[in-house]
C-alpha cells in the first residue's frame, strides 16, 4: 500500500504543473503582474513552509531518533543543498522571467528553452523534497506520517498550479501554438517526479542519511526562493502583494503539514 501511495504522491505535483500549464488553452492573455507577483509570493511561502516544517524539522527529530547530535544532520545537510543548486545554477545555462541576461555558462540556446531550463532547475528541489519524505515513509521512519507525506505533496502541487500557467503563457504570447506551449509547460514539471524517484533510491541505499537529505532538500529549496523568487518579486512595482502572496503560502503550507502530518 505504502508503494502505491508513494507513486501517487510522487505524480501529484507533477499534476499540479500539468494542469496549470492547461490553462495556455483556454485563457486568451498573459496572466497580469499583479497576479504573477501574488502567484510568485505564494510560491516562496509554501517552499520556505515546506523547507522548516516537513524537511528541516523531521531531520532533527530523525537524528535524536538515532542518537546522534540532533541539529549536526540538519545543518550540513541544509549547506549541501544549497552549495549543489549554487554550484547547478552557475553551470547550466538559463534565463530567469523579466531579465535580459541569461546565467551560467554561455549557450546559443534560445530564450524559450533557457526559460524552461531555468524553471527546471527551480522544479529539481521540490522533487527531492517529496522524495525524501516518501522515502523515510517507505523506510518506516518515526515522525513521517502518510498525512505529512501527502501534505508536502500536495502543498508543491498547489504551488505547481500557477508555475505551469507562468511558464506555459508566455510562450504562447511569444508566437508558439496553444498546443506546444502547453506542451512545453507540463513537461517543465517532469523534472520533479525524476528527482523524486531517484532521491528514494539513494535513501534506500543509505538509510542513515535520511536526516542529510531532509535537510539537504530544504537547503535546496531555500537556495531557489532566495535567488530567484525573491528578486522576481521586488522587480518593477506591485511588490507589496507579492509579500501577501507570500504569507498566504506560508501559512498554508504549515496549516497542511501541522493538521495533516
Same mark, same amino acid.
Given at each position: ?13 507533477f499534476?499540479?504543473?500539468?494542469? $496549470? ?32 516544517? @516537513?524537511?528541516?524539522?523531521?531531520? #532533527? ?25 549554487l #554550484? ?57 506520517t502518510? @498525512?505529512?507525506?501527502?501534505?508536502? @505533496?500536495?502543498?508543491?502541487a498547489?504551488?505547481n ?6 511558464? @506555459?503563457?508566455?510562450?504562447k504570447?511569444?508566437?508558439? $501554438? ?27 541505499i ?15 529549496? #531555500?537556495?531557489?526562493? =532566495? ?31 501541522? =493538521?495533516?502530518?
Amino acid at each position: 500500500m505504502n508503494r502505491m501511495n508513494t507513486v501517487i504522491g510522487l505524480l501529484v505535483p507533477f499534476a499540479g504543473t500539468v494542469l $496549470g500549464a492547461a490553462m495556455v488553452l483556454v485563457l486568451r492573455r498573459e496572466i497580469g503582474t499583479r497576479l504573477q507577483k501574488t502567484l510568485l509570493g505564494f510560491a516562496s511561502g509554501v517552499m520556505m513552509a515546506a523547507a522548516v516544517w @516537513s524537511l528541516l524539522l523531521p531531520s #532533527i527529530e530523525q537524528a535524536e531518533l538515532m542518537g546522534g547530535v540532533a541539529w549536526l544532520p540538519a545543518a550540513i545537510g541544509f549547506l549541501l543543498g544549497f552549495a549543489f543548486l549554487l #554550484i547547478i545554477d552557475s553551470v547550466t545555462p538559463h534565463l530567469h522571467r523579466n531579465a535580459e541576461k541569461a546565467e551560467g555558462l554561455p549557450s546559443k540556446a534560445k530564450k524559450n528553452t533557457m526559460l524552461l531550463l531555468a524553471v527546471t532547475l527551480h522544479n529539481i528541489p521540490e522533487g527531492m523534497a517529496v522524495g525524501v519524505v516518501f522515502a523515510g515513509l517507505l523506510a518506516g521512519s518515526a515522525g513521517v506520517t502518510l @498525512s505529512a507525506a501527502f501534505a508536502l @505533496s500536495i502543498g508543491i502541487a498547489i504551488q505547481n498550479f500557477p508555475e505551469g500557467a507562468i511558464v @506555459s503563457m508566455p510562450l504562447k504570447t511569444a508566437g508558439m $501554438g496553444k498546443g506546444k506551449a502547453f506542451l512545453l509547460g507540463a513537461a517543465s514539471g517532469a523534472v520533479e517526479p525524476v528527482a523524486a524517484a531517484v532521491t528514494i533510491l539513494l535513501t534506500s541505499i543509505l538509510v542513515p542519511a535520511l536526516p542529510y537529505l531532509l535537510a539537504f532538500a530544504a537547503g535546496a529549496m #531555500i537556495y531557489v526562493v =532566495a535567488e530567484e523568487l525573491i528578486p522576481e518579486l521586488q522587480e518593477g512595482g506591485h511588490s507589496n502583494i507579492g509579500m501577501i502572496g507570500l504569507a498566504a503560502g506560508f501559512a498554508l503550507m504549515m496549516i497542511l503539514d501541522v =493538521a495533516l502530518g
